[in-house]
Nanobody, 115 residues
Framework: QLQLVESGGGLVQPGGSLRLSCAASGSIFAPYRMGWYRQAPGKQRELVAGITTGGTTNYADSVKGRFTVSRDNAKNTVYLQMNSLKPEDTAVYYC?????????WGQGTQVTVSS
């Protein structure tokens, strides 16, 4: 059974940084795409950043230049380095793994940017 476990959320002041991690376990077969989504109160879940097995990345326009997604294929782990955080980045961040008909989600981790 595929399981995704996120860590690294928390409270940070505007301009600060956080690093999220997501470890996948279970039956995992490459290639697969991993990504980060977020959902703020009253808003739809949106893509933040994604990365393929080969390392190709894509980002939401709102985070380009501030966030960096990376992965360690040997550890089935994806990371999200978030710099220059803004209050509008406040949301629950979810890890996602996608491979064909498989679409798995983590439980979510809260990121709050506030002074």
């Amino acid at each position: 059974q595929l399981q995704l476990v996120e860590s690294g959320g928390g409270l940070v002041q505007p301009g600060g940084s956080l690093r999220l991690s997501c470890a996948a376990s279970g039956s995992i077969f490459a290639p697969y795409r991993m990504g980060w989504y977020r959902q703020a109160p009253g808003k739809q879940r949106e893509l933040v950043a994604g990365i393929t097995t080969g390392g190709t990345t894509n980002y939401a326009d709102s985070v380009k230049g501030r966030f960096t997604v990376s992965r360690d294929n040997a550890k089935n782990t994806v990371y999200l380095q978030m710099n220059s955080l803004k209050p509008e980045d406040t949301a629950v961040y979810y890890c996602n793994l996608n491979r064909g008909s498989i679409n798995a989600w983590g439980q979510g981790t809260q990121v709050t940017v506030s002074s």
